[in-house]
Structure formats: C-alpha cells, structure tokens
C-alpha cells in the first residue's frame, strides 16, 4: 500500500480557506440588476423581464402587479402595442424575439376574467384636473390617483377612451376589453365628466385657479388635407370622421368603391373597417410597403382581407363623370426624414396611372388645434411645447399624449402620462423629478446562451379572412394557457438574477455564497477570474475594475 501524500508544511490547517487569492485580482465579479434592451425600448418604462419571471412561475396576479405599475392597460397594450420591445429583444439575436406583447394580452385578460382591481386609495395629496380622457388622460389619473391625489377628468366625448374607442375599430381592440380597463381606473375614485368640451382660454384658466395641476391630454383632432383635394365634395372624406361613424354603428354614406389614401395604422383602419361595410377598396401610399408606418401585420391583414394595395405613389389629380372618379396617381421614390412626420418624395417620370373609384377618404395625419388654449402656451411645431418633465410654459400646466408628441402610438401617450403624474407629484410636493442615473443595457453577449435551447416563438392564430369581413370580431386571437407558460420559458430574464445558483457551483475559489436574498462575494477570495460571469444565464453579473 503507498504511504499517504504528507500535508505540506505551509498548509498548516487542512482548508483552502488560507489562500486568499482575492490579493491575485485587478477586477472583482459583482452582482448587478440592469435593464433589458425590451426595457429600454419599452414607451411605458415597463419591467418586462420582473413580470415574465413572475408569469413563468404562474404568478399571474403578481405579474399583473408589476405591470400595471407603469401601465393600467395590459389587455389593450397586448393587442394594440406596436411592440418595440420585441424588436429590441436579445432573444431575436439567438433565434426569434419573444412574444411580449402577446404575453401581455394574456397575462391583461386573466386579470379581466378573475376581476382584478385597484384599490381606491384615500386623497392624501392634491387636487389634479385632466382634459381629455383618451390613452394618455387616463393613464395619468390612474398614476395620480394611485399616489392619492384628487382626479377630476374632463372628457368632450360621450364616453372615456379617446382614440381607443373612436379611432381603433374593435377588431382589433374588443370593446368589453377597452371598457373593463377603463372601468377599474374610474373605480379608483377618479371623478369623470363627459361630454363636457373646455374649449376655450377662459375655461383652461378657470380649471388651473380651481386645481393644484392641470394636465392637457386633449389628443390631435385636426385633419390634415391634402390641397389637391375639394373637402366641399360629398365623395371626399375625412379618415378620422370616416372611423369614428363607422365604429359608432353610423357609417358614412359613400359609393362602393372607395380609394383611402394613408400609410399608418389609421389608413389601415379606415381601409379594413370599409371592406367590413361591403366596399371595394384601394390603399394608396406614399411609402413602399416596407416604409409604412403602419405594423406589417396589419398591412399583411388587410390585403388577406382583399384590399388592394398602391404603395410608392401619390394623388395627382381627380376629375369627376358620371361613372365616378378618375384619380390621376404617379410612382414616387418616398425618402423619410430625421423625426416622424418628414420626408421628401421623388417622382419617378412617365409613371402615371389611373384608379377608377366612387369616393375618397383621406387619412394622412392629425395636428392638434392649440387655438383653443389662447395665447399663453408656447408651441414647437404645431405641437405645445413641454421640457423634459412635461410641463409647459404655463405654472402648473402639464401636457401629453399627441397633441404634445409625433410618437403617435397608444402606448407613447399611456407612458407620456405616467411620467406627466409624477412630475406634477413632484412638483407640488415642492420637490423635483430626480434624475434616474441610466446603466447600460444587457447585450446577448452577456447571456450564457448554453443555457437556453433553441425554441420557435409561440405563434397565435387569425381568424379566417371570410369570417372577418361577416362578423366585427377581433381578427389577431391570443395566446392559450400552455403557449403562455411555454413562451414565458424563452425569456433570457436579461439583467434579473434568475438564483439559478450558477455562481456558486462554478466558482473555483469558492468565493460565490448565497445569501438572504441574493448572492455575496467574498473579496478575500474572489480573484476576478470571470468564470461566473461567463456561465450566468441572465447576464446578471458583471467585471467592476478594482483601483489599489
């Protein structure tokens, strides 16, 4: 038998814990909590990667929770969202993005089927009013009256929800959805006039004397035109009138062939919601259909639909017969501009064509009509001007949603009246909106992808195109129970310590210890080798140097 190896002399107590190779290290591994790139992409600052986690641990309240921190509009986002997120994905750099926005719709209608709410908090603080009852209104009441301040919202409309209910058609947003998220906002204790229009300087003066803040929300109800058109004639149509009578039940009467000019999503909507009223219908953009401003889904929706899509041309000229319309249209090279709104447009010589149709509706745009607020607010390009924290010109006057921005997206306004809420909180705590110190966003280079198999993104279901045009149903269909659970698994939970133990199992030094809630590193033992850096599934640590 060979005799034992003898211990050396030096190693005098039979334990590693003698060698402290924390001396051996220039960086020490350290444990972080940063944003995901769908956080930073995200309009309404949401904690995508918290309430995933939370979802995959089939804590759908909790999820619920931790969304309707920043958004109170879960079920609508999930269906109208035009998901930024999911384009900034690190998932889409491994093999496709997740379904965030999917996720969301399903997580938002659990929350509708078991009647989730929020409590109505007692006003401990201030009294805010808001004009206009739309995205952006609503979502301001909601932060504002979650921090107990008074809410009184002003709505011109006969019903809350602005764009959501007057400009999207409910087949893309089913109205007992829209209705159950607004309802629990009011039942927060928010006090709502509608059909009350302030409309003028001295009504906007009397609300700013009656109240500690006043936030304008009153959205873009100028049409833009086009100066080729006569707005006079009966074949001539605003697209923003156009859906509001036709998602009203009170449609407009035009001719069976209609041409909607427009590329965003409100064209879209005004094509898709004609072929459901029996009309032959041609799409005519400036943009080629990978430039359009609206989703491509809708675009690919509406043509499955049998609308007949003109993209990279433009309206010339229109002369009128007895058999109808001749528009005059020509191909154009369509260039976009630095900021949303600007382009230029080349025509492209000897490209012209005729489109045989009965009407016209126009939908290229809104502005807001500022006039009705007098002359004290400054304004910037046809929107009124707000700084950083929203606020305008005017002492304790606040401003969002579109009439203040070009993003025109729901959830833009949803997140511009959020943070609307808490400078006006701010404010009138007599303190300041602090400036939240920004880290850098979690790459895929930082995620341990071996950890993560290959999976295809949960694919949801349409409904059948003839159905569509028979029945004002939603078209786009959500996500069932097990494709939600499977999809939560695809999550890298970028920057979310996941406590999957990976960096106490492979740290050689035995310098990674779990604690009450997380983890600690030992600095006497740690000699910033990288290890657990490299085997963390979540990119929840990171190298910090070490200055001696």
Known sequence: MNAPIPVPTTWTTGSTAVIKTGTWRASLATHIKAPAPCHGACPVDGDIAEWIGLARARDFRGAWDVLTRHNPFPSIAGRICHHPCETACNRAGYDEALSICKLERFVGDQAIAQGWGFDAPLTTAGSVAIVGGGPSGLSAAFQLRRMGFAV??????????????????????????????????????????????????????????QHDALYLALGAARNKRLPTLDYAQPWVCDGAAFLAAANAGKPVALGKRLLVIGGGSAALDAARSARRLGHEVTLLALEQRAQMPAQAEEV???????????????????????????????????????????????????????????????????????????????????????????????????????????????????????????????????????????????????????????????????????????????????LEFEQALAETERCFSCGTCIFCDNCVVYCPDMAVQRVAGGYTVLLDYCKGCGLCIKECPTGSMAMQEELR
């Not at 009011?186 to 302030?198: E, L, Q």
């Not at 400054?378 to 009124?384: C, P, R, T, V």
């Not at 110190?437 to 790459?443: D, R, Y």
């Open 300 to 478: 690919h929706e509406a043509m499955e639909e049998g609308i007949t899509l003109l993209d990279g041309a433009r309206l010339d000229a229109v002369s009128s017969g007895a058999d109808g319309l001749r528009v005059n249209c020509s191909r154009v090279e369509f260039i976009a501009g630095a900021q949303r709104g600007q382009f230029t447009i080349n025509p492209v010589a000897g490209s012209g064509f005729e489109v045989a149709v009965d009407a016209i509706v126009t939908s290229i745009g809104q502005d807001p009509d500022l006039s009705i607020l007098g002359q004290g607010f400054a304004a910037a390009g046809g929107l009124l001007q707000t700084d950083a924290n929203l606020a305008t010109n005017c002492a304790g006057v606040y401003a969002g949603g579109d009439m203040a921005s070009m993003a025109r997206f729901v959830t833009e306004a949803i997140g511009m009246g959020q943070r609307a809420a808490h400078s006006m909180a701010a404010g009138l705590r007599v303190g300041s909106v602090s400036a939240t110190a920004s880290k850098p966003l979690v790459q895929l280079d930082a995620i341990s992808t071996f950890y993560h198999p290959k999976r295809a993104r949960a694919v949801t279901g349409l409904l059948d195109a003839q159905e569509r045009l028979s029945r004002n149903a939603e078209v786009q269909l959500g």
């Open 152 to 209: 009184t919202l002003y709505e011109a409309q006969d019903a809350l929800g602005g764009l959501m209910r007057y400009g999207i058609p409910a087949y893309r947003l089913a109205r007992d959805v829209l209705d159950a998220e607004i309802a629990r906002i009011v039942a927060m204790g928010v006090t709502v006039h509608c059909g009350v229009r302030i409309a003028s300087a001295d009504e906007f003066t009397r609300l700013r004397e």
